[in-house]
């Protein structure tokens, strides 16, 4: 991944890191460098789709599967009305809370949700 967008991605999360490869992208067309544009578009669907490893729920109304990179300090939460969150810059102590509380939910809603920047993946639901 270009370097300037791994430094955003530290700095100000997904969203933001996204822009910032929108607009590489837009530069490298406008000068014509089609393969710098194809990978950027590349960089930017990674950044959409993480390879985090999913683990299932089991007694929440709410949470579906969890699951945690420590490498990148990514959170990846699918809940069951649909929808995938990746929450970037999460440190391991907020994984490993969230793993041994009772209910991921309020956890999530407590402990997550209004603190790190995240990114929602849009899915149906199941």
């Known amino acids: 991944m270009h370097a300037m967008v791994e430094a955003e991605l530290k700095r100000s999360g997904p ?32 950044l959409a789709q993480p390879e985090i490893s999913m683990v299932e729920v089991e007694k929440s109304s709410q949470v579906a599967q969890i699951g945690y990179d420590a490498a990148t300090r990514r959170l990846a939460v699918r809940f069951k009305s649909g ?14 809370g969230l793993q041994a509380a009772e209910s991921k939910g309020t956890y999530i809603a407590k402990s997550v949700k209004g603190t790190y920047g995240f990114v929602r993946i849009p899915e149906q639901p199941k």
């Open 15 to 46: 969203d933001k890191a996204k822009q910032v490869l929108d607009g590489l992208v837009k530069a490298a067309m406008e000068r014509g460098d089609e393969k710098l544009a194809k990978r950027l578009e590349s960089d930017a669907e990674k």
């Open 83 to 96: 929808g995938l969150y990746i929450y970037c810059d999460v440190p391991t102590k907020v994984w490993d």
